[in-house]
């Protein structure tokens, strides 16, 4: 099969594979991604979590294979679906934000005419090209020993992923069905100092260092609920006021730094203004948020894209934040 799909310069998915199927992919280039989850049947027919890939994720990635989470519904109930009537997908948000940050492929399985544009749209650029952290989103260390500590009875799924571009580390956690509460700082997830803010709320903003450390409640992100925050680097210029300012990536997109939009960053050899390279495609619309401390608020930017105009400079330095 893997001479075949060469001669035909196809790429291969494995499903429902093995572990043993899966190193034999080592030795069969074209297989670039791998299922790992559960039949999505039963997550909407038996309401059974198919959605929880955080372990099965790590093998994957280690042999260089991206996770597929299966497909999804991006609306609660589909009417004429082949299932029990009470069939339903009960935090379609969920299913999209693990599937994007899986680094595998997003596939909506929704019914004609039931597909939710709006929410998809969060994994992708206006062209469909989706937008990826650099790692799958995978398990953090303490919720794997203390998934052992407790007698095999797993507290929750506790989940990390990053993007790094040009050596700066911008990272992800993600929690749902948690069972007890967690305590996470930035060692735990081999993450940079910074600040911290949910997606729910980026407005709202928290130090987030080995002295301010994230709390995560088993009451708010439950079986029921997810909950998604995002840390960036904090850095100060080289002015009289050592003016600090972080790059809080784009303010609609699950994957809020990614290769993908933002292919690179440096500051100039004075240390007073840094620059962002953005990629976008015609007539599209990017909404990124900074952190400066000068106007001591976030600072709401956004990037137009035209024909001929398809690469934009995010220009931040102590005075002003423009995009170019």
Known sequence: MGYAAHLFNINIQYSMN???????ALE?????????SDDYYIH???QIPQWNIGVSSM?????????????????????GAPYKTTAQEVLPDREILIATLSTGPVAFGDGINYVDKERIMRCCRQDGLILKP?????????AISDWALHHGVIQGELYSTKTIINNEIFSFIFASSMKRNYSIVPSMIRSSNGILWSFDNPYKINYFDENHSLEISNKICNLTSFCLWYSSPIWSFNDSSSTKYSFMGEINKWTFISQQRFSSLHTNVDNTQMTIIVQGVVNEIVDILVYHSKFQSIIHVNCHFYIDHLIA??????????CL
Request: charge should be positive; charged fraction near 15%; hydrophobic fraction near 45%.
């Open 313 to 322: 400079q995010l220009i931040i330095n102590s005075t002003n934040v423009i």
């Open 18 to 24: 093995l572990p043993r199927h899966a190193l034999q």
């Open 134 to 142: 650099k790692k799958p989103l995978t398990m953090i260390d303490i």
């Open 59 to 79: 093998l994957a990635n280690a042999i260089g294979i991206a996770p597929f989470k299966d497909v999804f519904w991006s609306n609660q109930y589909q009417p």
């Open 44 to 46: 909407i027919n038996r």
């Open 28 to 36: 069969i280039d074209r297989v670039t991604q791998a299922r790992v």
